[in-house]
Every structure is written in structure tokens, then in C-alpha cells.
T-cell receptor, first 113, second 113 residues
Framework: DQQVKQNSPSLSVQEGRISILNCDYTNSMFDYFLWYKKYPAEGPTFLISISSIKDKNEDGRFTVFLNKSAKHLSLHIVPSQPGDSAVYFC????????????FGQGTRLTINP | ETGVTQSPTHLIKTRGQQVTLRCSSQSGHNTVSWYQQALGQGPQFIFQ???????GRGNFPPRFSGLQFPNYSSELNVNALELDDSALYLC????????????FGSGTRLTVV
């Protein structure tokens, strides 16, 4: 039972354009969502998060949108840069702080020069 | 001490053997979680320890066990290894107060042959 799904295994975007990564979830108890970025041979690193009481959170080039009624969130990166090429994981939790994270399968983002 | 350090980085074991993976958390991080990441999948929660007690477990059999020590280090033990245990094992620590989730180590790549 995949509670968090990233349906696009890969995404290719031109440098300078917008990258949009999508994530769907099924568990209504999830109230905190995070995006992690992972380079090869490194652990996931935290990128941005959003609480279920918000529908948007922005941090520099990164914006996360949450649509609770659709159980959908998306990560927007604009403008995309070559260093953004990595695997992006969406994760969800049913409480803030140090609790169990449920991850999606990941989306490999490639930024082309 | 900053960062999360895992050892070893790579390990090859034979089916049926036992393995111990180690993690050294950031100072002050009294919560540690272990995740299993199979090839092409997102990390899956194994269990979490808080102040040396297990306080959450994912859908993993009892042959997966752990320990957390007062010096912010922890261990993941897997008995009776199976071929499907081949994966990247990630340790993640948190002080439990920050909103941005865990700090992950780079992982231990376990191969069971």
C-alpha cells in the first residue's frame, strides 16, 4: 500500500525554466510534508516543508504547494539550475518533528544546459 | 560534532549471516531512525529510537533490531540475512524540535549474496 506516490520516475527540464515535481498521498492523517533532495552516494538532504494548515511555502527558488482536497502536493523550482539535477523525494508525516516519514519512490530530475 | 556518520559505507554478506550497521548522530539528537532504501524505491521506515527506547516500528520482521546509546550512536542489527535485505540503509537523527525533519547519513550499502 503506497501511501505516498510520485508517479513520474524522471523529469528533464531546460536550464532556466521551471521544474515541477508532483506527489500524491492517500492518508488523510498526514499533516506535514517534506521534500528531500538526494545526490548519488549521499543521504537525502532536507529541501523544504509545508504544514497542512498552509497551502504554499516558499524558500528562494523553491516553492511547495499543497492541495489537501486533492491530496496532492508539488514542488516548483524556478529558475532551474544544473546543480538541481538529483533525485527528489516527497515525504509525509502525521506529526511535526521527529516522527516516521513515509516517502514516495522519488523523481530523478535532470537539468539540461 | 555535526553531521550523521554511518559505517561501513559498503558491506557484502552471505545469506543467513548477521550484520551490524552503525550510526553516529549529531550531538544533542536524541531521536534516531533507520530506513531501508531498495533500488529504485524511496526510503522505508524500519524503526525509531528515542532516548534509548524503541518508540515506533515499521513493517519489518523482528530479525531487524536496534540499539541506541547515550553517546548519540546507534546500531541496526539484522539476523538471518535474506537476499531481499540488499539495500541502502539510512540513519537519520533529530533533536525532535526542528520543523525541517531529519538529518540523514550517507548510508550503508548492504549486499547479500
Amino acid at each position: 500500500d503506497q501511501q505516498v506516490k510520485q508517479n513520474s520516475p524522471s523529469l528533464s527540464v531546460q536550464e532556466g525554466r521551471i521544474s515541477i515535481l508532483n506527489c500524491d498521498y492517500t492518508n488523510s492523517m498526514f499533516d506535514y510534508f517534506l521534500w528531500y533532495k538526494k545526490y548519488p552516494a549521499e543521504g537525502p538532504t532536507f529541501l523544504i516543508s509545508i504544514s497542512s494548515i498552509k497551502d504554499k511555502n516558499e524558500d528562494g527558488r523553491f516553492t511547495v504547494f499543497l492541495n489537501k482536497s486533492a491530496k496532492h502536493l508539488s514542488l516548483h523550482i524556478v529558475p532551474s539550475q544544473p546543480g538541481d539535477s538529483a533525485v527528489y523525494f516527497c515525504a509525509a508525516s502525521d506529526s511535526e518533528g521527529a516522527q516516521k516519514l513515509v516517502f514516495g519512490q522519488g523523481t530523478r530530475l535532470t537539468i539540461n544546459p | 560534532e555535526t553531521g550523521v556518520t554511518q559505517s561501513p559505507t559498503h558491506l557484502i554478506k552471505t545469506r543467513g549471516q548477521q550484520v551490524t550497521l552503525r550510526c553516529s548522530s549529531q550531538s544533542g539528537h536524541n531521536t534516531v531512525s533507520w530506513y531501508q532504501q531498495a533500488l529504485g524505491q524511496g526510503p522505508q521506515f524500519i524503526f525509531q529510537y528515542y532516548r534509548e527506547e524503541e518508540n515506533g516500528r515499521g513493517n519489518f520482521p523482528p530479525r531487524f533490531s536496534g540499539l541506541q546509546f547515550p553517546n548519540y550512536s546507534s546500531e541496526l542489527n539484522v539476523n538471518a540475512l535474506e537476499l531481499d535485505d540488499s539495500a541502502l540503509y539510512l540513519c537519520a537523527s533529530s533533536s525532535g524540535t526542528e520543523r525541517y525533519g531529519y538529518t540523514f547519513g550517507s548510508g550503508t550499502r548492504l549486499t547479500v549474496v
